[in-house]
């Protein structure tokens, strides 16, 4: 089975900086898929980035971007010029590619603080 | 866009009843999913549907069970309400052509 860890249950971060939250994975496979997820205060889980384990290159979606490091099996966040509305829970997710139906597996999740 | 929603946003019960979540979505997913959020521990997989009236145990299914007569309808059922099952409960939802699971808002319930 899986496992996901995020070392960091708390991070806080200055308006405008960057900040990078950690994400570590246990697997034997190969081929996977790794998610990170935001969830606002009080408001519904979204997707905030996708990498294919596959691929060499690192996501990037506008001020978000991901170092996957898979060797290491790292997949960490760095959100670049922070704002207001980042504050939330960050989950690092992994998706095998072997079981049916989707299933993710998650970490405990990392609350993101920022400062103005 | 895709909905998720979820028949309520909180609940309160007594220990011992019978407890009934509804999660419904919107665009023909295949895949529904119940998950369980309690802090430090991310979000567990309760049970999940990946076609009507078929379901498969998560990683923590004790003490819980589920319906899906309709494709675009999952329901959680806490047989007898326990103290320990006061939790966040999350539904999700997505296709075979997708990776993303898209989510609902959440129940936070609470068993007194």
């Known amino acids: 089975a899986q496992t996901v860890t995020q070392s960091q249950p708390e991070m806080s971060v200055q308006e405008a900086e960057t900040v990078t939250l950690s994400c570590t994975y246990d697997?034997?496979?190969?081929?996977?898929?790794l998610f990170w997820y935001k969830q606002p205060p009080s408001r519904q889980m979204i997707l905030v980035i996708r990498q294919e384990a596959y691929k060499q290159q690192n996501a990037t979606e506008n001020r978000f971007s991901v170092n996957f490091q898979k060797a290491a099996k790292s997949f960490s966040l760095k959100i670049s010029d922070s704002q207001l509305g980042d504050a939330a829970m960050y989950f690092c997710?992994?998706?095998?590619?072997?079981?049916?139906?989707?299933?993710?597996?998650f970490g405990g999740g990392t609350r993101l603080m920022v400062k103005p | 866009d895709v909905k998720v929603t979820q028949s309520s946003r909180y609940l309160v019960k007594r220990t011992g009843e019978k407890v009934f979540l509804e999660c419904v979505q919107d665009?023909?997913?295949?895949?529904m999913f119940w998950y369980r959020q309690d802090p430090g521990l991310g979000l567990r997989l309760i049970y999940f549907?990946?076609?009507?009236?078929?379901?498969e145990k998560g990683d923590i299914p004790e003490g819980y069970s589920v319906s899906r007569e309709k494709k675009e309808r999952f329901s959680l059922i806490l047989e007898s309400a326990s103290t320990n099952q006061t939790s966040m409960y999350l539904c999700a939802s997505n296709s075979g052509s997708y990776n993303e699971q898209f989510f609902g808002p959440g129940t936070r319930l609470t068993v007194l």
């Open positions: 697997t034997s496979e190969s081929d996977y898929y």
């Open positions: 997710a992994y998706r095998s590619l072997y079981n049916a139906g989707n299933m993710l597996t």
């Open positions: 549907s990946y076609d009507v009236k078929m379901k």
């Open positions: 665009m023909d997913h295949e895949n």
